[in-house]
């Protein structure tokens, strides 16, 4: 199945989209949000926010066809 | 009627205003800075009262014109009695500050315990060749006063913990433009204890996350869990550049106008997504 992926700040770097179009990843059937950030390369670690189709997710949620994800590091600076 | 009276307020206001077009043609009645402080002086009540009273009669200081289009006098007479806490006087803060001052938010607590640092010319906009080395909270105060000199503010020389729950309490909206993940759970923790509106904004590099919390709605819990992730986030790595604190800061002070005004705030159990390296732009659900 094909999902949509955005990345954000020290996560950018992991996904090849200078203007921060959706990248488009290709996964396994039933892969869930862990499996997408480890194909990415992602430290899971650094991954402190996950929303899934506009909506804050958890690392386990299953993924669908179509499917868009955006992912945040931590962030408090101001 | 005496001069402190406010019937005799009222008069003086209608007979010193002047009667101009707006751009669109229509004619509206309007009172200069000079003529505002002439009338306080004479009469002894507040600048604050003053517009107050004048607003009341759709007599318009000129300073608050250009607000007229999104919320009209009844809208400034609100904003002029509302008090809006700002925590953090830095790269957001200082210009929420400068923001919601130039709004006519009545009252502002502005609080920060630092003082400026070179390392904040770069973004901060009350941090000058002058002010470095000085307080944030008093620095912020002063420019408060040169901007709006109706505008009552009390400076905070302290961190958000030690706040007194009684200025939170007071305050019709809190913006949370601090820099550390503890003090921002703190910050979080109290407001929903004393039941206050928190605007919330946090930047790392070219991205600024904004979000409104209710009492009772998600806030950055829902984003980090029950414990802070930390002291700090990606800003370590990327820095916190002149323009993103500012493109968040405004999002964060309309916000707070929209609650002083009793409006629905944009985002409320929302959060917005900036990116002004990639062009992004995303409003993401908090539930």
Same mark, same amino acid.
């Given at each position: 199945?094909?999902?949509?992926?955005?990345?954000?700040?020290?996560?950018?770097?992991?996904?090849?989209?200078?203007?921060?179009?959706?990248?488009?990843?290709?996964?396994?059937?039933?892969?869930?949000?862990?499996?997408?950030?480890?194909?990415?390369?992602?430290?899971?670690?650094?991954?402190?926010?996950?929303?899934?189709?506009?909506?804050?997710?958890?690392?386990?949620?299953?993924?669908?066809?179509?499917?868009?994800?955006?992912?945040?590091?931590?962030?408090?600076?101001? | 009627?005496?001069?402190?009276?406010? $019937?005799?307020?009222?008069?003086?206001?209608?007979?010193?205003?002047?009667?101009?077009?707006?751009?669109?043609?229509?004619?509206?009645?309007?009172?200069?800075?000079?003529?505002?402080?002439?009338?306080?002086?004479?009469?002894?009540?507040?600048?604050?009262?003053?517009?107050?009273?004048?607003?009341?009669?759709?007599?318009?200081?000129?300073?608050?014109?250009?607000?007229?289009?999104?919320?009209?006098?009844?809208?400034?007479?609100?904003?002029?009695?509302?008090?809006?806490?700002?925590?953090?006087?830095?790269?957001?803060?200082?210009?929420?500050?400068?923001?919601?001052?130039?709004?006519?938010?009545? $009252?502002?607590?502005?609080?920060?315990?630092?003082?400026?640092?070179?390392?904040?010319?770069?973004?901060?906009?009350?941090?000058?060749?002058?002010?470095?080395?000085?307080?944030?909270?008093?620095?912020?105060?002063?420019?408060?006063?040169?901007?709006?000199?109706?505008?009552?503010?009390?400076?905070?020389?302290?961190?958000? $913990?030690?706040?007194?729950?009684?200025?939170?309490?007071?305050?019709?909206?809190?913006?949370?433009?601090?820099?550390?993940?503890?003090?921002?759970?703190?910050?979080?923790?109290?407001?929903?204890?004393?039941?206050?509106?928190?605007?919330?904004?946090?930047?790392?590099?070219?991205?600024?996350?904004?979000?409104?919390?209710?009492?009772?709605?998600?806030?950055?819990?829902?984003?980090?869990?029950?414990?802070?992730?930390?002291?700090?986030?990606?800003?370590?790595?990327?820095?916190?550049?002149?323009?993103?604190?500012?493109?968040?800061?405004?999002?964060?002070?309309?916000?707070?106008?929209?609650?002083?005004?009793?409006?629905?705030?944009?985002?409320?159990?929302?959060?917005?997504?900036?990116?002004?390296?990639?062009?992004?732009? $995303?409003?993401?659900?908090?539930?």
């Amino acid at each position: 199945m094909m999902v949509r992926v955005v990345a954000y700040a020290t996560l950018r770097k992991y996904l090849e989209s200078p203007l921060g179009e959706p990248v488009e990843v290709e996964l396994p059937e039933g892969a869930q949000l862990a499996d997408l950030i480890r194909q990415l390369g992602m430290p899971i670690a650094e991954v402190k926010q996950a929303f899934l189709n506009g909506r804050r997710a958890h690392l386990q949620q299953a993924l669908r066809e179509g499917d868009k994800v955006a992912l945040f590091p931590a962030v408090a600076g101001g | 009627m005496g001069v402190g009276s406010l $019937e005799y307020l009222k008069a003086r206001l209608r007979q010193q205003a002047r009667c101009v077009r707006d751009r669109t043609g229509r004619v509206v009645a309007v009172l200069e800075s000079r003529t505002v402080c002439a009338i306080a002086e004479e009469t002894g009540w507040s600048l604050r009262d003053v517009e107050r009273t004048a607003l009341s009669q759709d007599l318009v200081p000129i300073r608050y014109w250009r607000n007229m289009g999104l919320w009209g006098c009844c809208g400034q007479v609100r904003l002029l009695e509302s008090r809006a806490l700002v925590a953090g006087l830095g790269g957001l803060g200082g210009l929420a500050t400068e923001l919601l001052a130039r709004a006519g938010v009545g $009252e502002l607590v502005l609080v920060d315990g630092d003082r400026f640092e070179e390392s904040n010319l770069n973004r901060q906009l009350l941090a000058t060749g002058d002010t470095v080395g000085r307080s944030k909270a008093v620095a912020a105060a002063e420019r408060v006063r040169a901007i709006n000199p109706a505008v009552q503010v009390i400076p905070v020389v302290g961190k958000v $913990e030690e706040l007194g729950d009684d200025l939170l309490a007071g305050a019709g909206v809190v913006l949370d433009c601090l820099d550390n993940f503890p003090s921002r759970y703190c910050l979080q923790a109290r407001c929903r204890k004393l039941r206050r509106p928190l605007v919330s904004a946090a930047i790392g590099g070219s991205m600024a996350q904004v979000m409104t919390v209710l009492p009772g709605d998600p806030g950055i819990e829902a984003l980090y869990g029950p414990q802070p992730p930390g002291e700090g986030g990606a800003e370590l790595v990327l820095g916190t550049p002149p323009a993103t604190p500012a493109a968040a800061a405004s999002w964060q002070a309309q916000e707070a106008i929209w609650l002083l005004l009793g409006r629905p705030p944009a985002l409320r159990r929302r959060m917005l997504c900036l990116d002004l390296e990639s062009g992004c732009c $995303e409003v993401l659900s908090l539930g």
